[in-house]
């Protein structure tokens, strides 16, 4: 249908508006991450930042403002189909590999796959370089033709064939975009023209995707559909089949199954799926779960209604926990009478309010609201919080924060600290604990980490886990087959244990004083968590079934032990502002990635451009798996301190590093998802690392890794290795001495 294809240059502006052109995030990396650009040795970050300014420039010299979308999760009933496309990369993965390991060299830019990090950089240079961002909890399509219409956008720039299937103003093709100099050219995919082509009305577009197959019907479902329709084929097997699938023969098919059907049903569709599913699939046993699936897979092509009120509702998460509801408030010994019930409790502490008796009041208060925050029923006195109130809870933390440590060095009150406890559990003897289900998080963390991931300053997987108790990561170029590594999903897996158990509040202290004054801070262990994580790595696992993984908290050494300190609530850590607050931001930071010691605590030590690699590198070498040897941990450092990372991203293209191994790739692939981690609990402490010092390229280069690790295992002298910088050489040697502090040369793996 070639008539469908209107060319059209961008910069050749005749009336000198500026155009508006909503962009897809992820379709438009893979144009900016351009072809000469490595992926294999770990990602060239530089070349990927200059790229994202030259594209933004070319569209701002042309008159052209965008705004890019990117996606969050995965819904439900998209995971099919997440899962069928994770499969297939998972297979390219395991393909490029096995050649690497045969042949040593690059494999073709065809094979190359963004992984977590590529959105993430891609995201961050654009605010850099004022571009609006919007990121929506999880499918961007609606959202896009949404925005488009309402702000009179020129067209939508992306490669995905569901916006010939929606009314999007204009669809401008990412496949045929052509950026020369300062030229601008791609096609404009006319949807009119094509429905004049195939003699296809345009309502029932969003019918014939579903009948191809999209993100929501999975293809497996009209697997035999599709072969009854190309019956002349049913023989043929393998790639054939395959490619007819996906060939005009299929297409042509489907096309006039849908021409032919009654009238009646092309006249309201919405109202006859069960009778169009009887015609697909006539003897399917699942009829009402393809025919919900079905209405899910028109649904997401229709227009939203407009809205009387233009307020959002309040985000709301389903992720909720089993606590055990806390004893009645204790009353002092003038009143004795005291109900059975909290419930009661908190209406006598209401009554006084409003009446007198300020002074006990407050006290019994103060003491329900901590025992409701621990079970996250904070909504209101979170959202209520004024800053005078802030400022009193900051003071109050430092309190806690000092009883703690009394109690860790075995202060003079340890003893009557230990008796309440005793007296709170002959208490729970009496009577077995009463459970109740409260959601995990506030309304007002919920409420704030929107606004950011609305924004784009949050990163893209926090907010939809923190609605959905789920996280969906893509492979990575690691060898499976390499017995001496282990998968970055397993290696980072407990650090994503701690960020759940912050997040969902597992581990939390709470702090309860007695009639003398004395105060105890002790752990509950009655909230627990756990998250659904789909995340892709070698094994052949279900991808669409996901795996139940325990949240830790933060302070715990593994999922067996218990933890060490109380996790601090991410309310405190999201709206406090004292200087002690973002210290805890810190501490909590580093003890989610095995980094909880003096050194990495000052600037004085560690220079914030180098704390995110070694960070990431102590985690490696704590977790207990033996993954790197002691040249590839100087590798990794002299990489950080090479000068060469100042020369540019011309400088760095031309790096050629020689015979590469599977083994080098895995390790920078696995040091990538390190960062990825870390910039996700960053995020999740509220940014106890600024922003300015987490961009990957300031500290690592994939071609710079592999000729610096080439150079390492080849013994060369550190002062080579260090490119001949004596400063270099010494600041090697510091942060060495840093990043294996108190660790036995056990932790390294054998040569």
């Given at each position: 249908m070639p008539d469908s294809l209107i060319p059209v240059e961008l910069t050749a502006n005749t009336d000198k508006k500026k155009r508006l052109i909503v962009v897809e995030g992820w379709s438009c990396l893979r144009s900016v991450y351009g072809p000469h650009m490595d992926f294999i040795c770990g990602g060239q970050w530089q070349e990927f930042r200059a790229s994202i300014r030259r594209f933004v420039n070319t569209f701002q010299q042309a008159n052209c403002e965008l705004v890019v979308f990117f996606s969050g999760g995965v819904e439900d009933d998209m995971r099919?189909?997440?899962?069928?496309?994770?499969?297939?990369?998972?297979?390219?993965?395991?393909?490029?590999?096995?050649?690497?390991?045969?042949?040593?060299?690059?494999?073709?830019?065809?094979?190359?796959?963004?992984?977590?990090?590529?959105?993430?950089?891609?995201?961050?240079?654009?605010?850099?370089?004022?571009?609006?961002?919007?990121?929506?909890p999880f499918s961007t399509d609606k959202a896009m033709v949404e925005?488009?219409?309402?702000?009179?956008?020129?067209?939508?720039?992306?490669?995905?064939?569901?916006?010939?299937?929606?009314?999007?103003?204009?669809?401008?093709?990412?496949?045929?975009?052509?950026?020369?100099?300062?030229?601008?050219?791609?096609?404009?995919?006319?949807?009119?023209?094509?429905?004049?082509?195939?003699?296809?009305?345009?309502?029932?577009?969003?019918?014939?995707?579903?009948?191809?197959?999209?993100?929501?019907?999975?293809?497996?479902?009209?697997?035999?559909?599709?072969?009854?329709?190309?019956?002349?084929?049913?023989?043929?097997?393998?790639?054939?089949?395959?490619?007819?699938?996906?060939?005009?023969?299929?297409?042509?098919?489907?096309?006039?199954?849908?021409?032919?059907?009654d009238s009646e049903i092309k006249m309201n569709v919405s109202s006859n799926v069960s009778t169009i599913i009887k015609q697909v699939l006539p003897e399917s046993e699942n009829t009402e779960e393809v025919e919900a699936l079905f209405v899910s897979g028109l649904e997401q092509y229709k227009e939203s209604q407009p809205k009387v009120d233009e307020t959002e509702p309040a985000p709301s998460t389903?992720?909720?926990?089993?606590?055990?509801?806390?004893?009645?408030?204790?009353?002092?010994?003038?009143?004795?009478?005291?109900?059975?019930?909290?419930?009661e409790e908190v209406e006598e502490a209401e009554e006084a309010e409003e009446d007198e008796e300020e002074k006990e009041e407050v006290a019994a208060v103060e003491e329900i609201t901590e025992m409701i925050s621990e079970a996250k029923i904070v909504d209101d006195g979170v959202e209520e919080t004024t800053d005078a109130e802030v400022a009193e809870n900051d003071i109050q933390e430092e309190k806690d924060t000092e009883e703690e440590e009394k109690e860790e060095t075995g202060e003079e009150n340890s003893e009557e600290k230990e008796d309440e406890?005793?007296?709170?559990?002959?208490?729970?003897?009496?009577?077995?604990?009463?459970?109740?289900?409260?959601?995990?998080?506030?309304?007002?963390?919920?409420?704030?980490?929107?606004?950011?991931?609305?924004?784009?300053?949050?990163?893209?997987?926090?907010?939809p886990m923190m609605c959905t108790g789920t996280l969906s990561l893509g492979p990575l170029f690691e060898d499976n087959k390499d017995k001496d590594t282990v998968s970055s999903a397993l290696l980072y897996r407990t650090a994503r244990q701690r960020i759940y158990g912050l997040v969902f509040g597992v581990g939390r202290?709470?702090?309860?004083?007695?009639?003398?004054?004395?105060?105890?801070?002790?752990?509950?262990?009655?909230?627990?968590?756990?998250?659904?994580?789909?995340i892709?790595?070698?094994?052949?696992?279900?991808?669409?079934e996901g795996e139940e993984v325990v949240a830790m908290p933060v302070h715990a050494p593994n999922a067996k032990q218990p933890a060490r300190k109380p996790t601090p609530h991410i309310d405190r850590l999201w709206i406090g502002m004292s200087a002690k607050i973002q210290e805890l931001r810190r501490s909590t930071l580093l003890a989610i990635m095995?980094?909880?010691?003096?050194?990495?605590?000052?600037?004085?030590?560690?220079?914030?451009?180098?704390?995110?690699?070694?960070?990431?590198?102590?985690?490696?070498?704590?977790?207990?798996?033996?993954?790197?040897?002691?040249?590839?941990?100087?590798?990794?450092?002299?990489?950080?301190?090479s000068p060469q990372l100042?020369?540019?991203?011309?400088?760095?293209?031309?790096?050629?590093?020689?015979?590469?191994?599977?083994?080098?790739?895995?390790?920078?692939?696995?040091?990538?998802?390190?960062?990825?981690?870390?910039?996700?609990?960053?995020?999740?402490?509220?940014?106890?690392?600024?922003?300015?010092?987490?961009?990957?390229?300031?500290?690592?280069?994939?071609?710079?890794?592999?000729?610096?690790?080439?150079?390492?295992?080849?013994?060369?002298?550190?002062?080579?290795?260090?490119?001949?910088?004596?400063?270099?050489?010494?600041?090697?040697?510091?942060?060495?001495?840093?990043?294996?502090?108190?660790?036995?040369?056990?932790?390294?793996a054998s040569p």
């Open positions: 099919a189909e997440w899962a069928r496309k994770k499969s297939q990369n998972r297979d390219t993965v395991n393909m490029v590999m096995q050649g690497l390991r045969q042949r040593g060299y690059a494999p073709d830019r065809k094979h190359f796959l963004p992984n977590e990090t590529h959105p993430q950089v891609f995201r961050q240079v654009l605010l850099n370089c004022h571009v609006k961002v919007i990121s929506t925005y488009a219409h309402k702000h009179s956008a020129y067209g939508i720039l992306a490669n995905d064939s569901d916006f010939i299937m929606m009314n999007a103003p204009r669809y401008l093709s990412l496949h045929h975009l052509r950026i020369s100099g300062n030229t601008i050219s791609t096609v404009i995919i006319d949807r009119e023209k094509i429905s004049d082509c195939l003699s296809l009305p345009l309502s029932l577009f969003p019918l014939l995707s579903c009948l191809l197959g999209n993100d929501v019907i999975n293809y497996e479902i009209l697997d035999e559909f599709h072969r009854r329709l190309l019956k002349d084929t049913e023989e043929e097997e393998g790639e054939r089949k395959k490619d007819e699938k996906e060939g005009i023969q299929l297409v042509t098919a489907v096309i006039d199954f849908v021409r032919n059907l389903v992720v909720t926990v089993s606590v055990v509801e806390k004893e009645k408030v204790k009353p002092k010994p003038k009143e004795k009478e005291g109900n059975d019930e909290v419930s406890p005793i007296e709170e559990s002959s208490k729970e003897d009496e009577q077995p604990p009463k459970l109740i289900t409260v959601p995990a998080i506030t309304s007002k963390v919920l409420s704030s980490a929107a606004a950011a991931h609305a924004s784009g300053t949050l990163n893209t997987h926090l907010y202290g709470w702090v309860k004083s007695d009639a003398k004054r004395q105060r105890s801070t002790k752990i509950d262990t009655q909230r627990q968590v756990t998250v659904k994580e789909f892709v790595n070698g094994s052949k696992k279900n991808l669409v095995n980094s909880n010691i003096p050194s990495f605590f000052s600037p004085n030590i560690i220079a914030n451009e180098y704390l995110l690699v070694c960070i990431v590198l102590r985690y490696i070498l704590t977790t207990g798996n033996k993954v790197l040897r002691e040249y590839e941990l100087d590798a990794f450092l002299a990489t950080a301190l100042h020369f540019g991203p011309s400088h760095l293209y031309k790096i050629t590093p020689g015979r590469l191994t599977s083994r080098g790739c895995t390790l920078a692939h696995i040091f990538v998802r390190g960062v990825e981690t870390l910039l996700l609990a960053n995020d999740a402490c509220n940014y106890p690392i600024n922003r300015r010092f987490c961009f990957i390229g300031n500290f690592f280069d994939g071609k710079l890794f592999q000729l610096k690790l080439g150079q390492c295992r080849a013994g060369l002298s550190l002062l080579d290795i260090c490119d001949g910088d004596l400063g270099a050489v010494d600041y090697f040697r510091h942060l060495r001495c840093v990043v294996t502090e108190e660790l036995p040369r056990s932790v390294f």
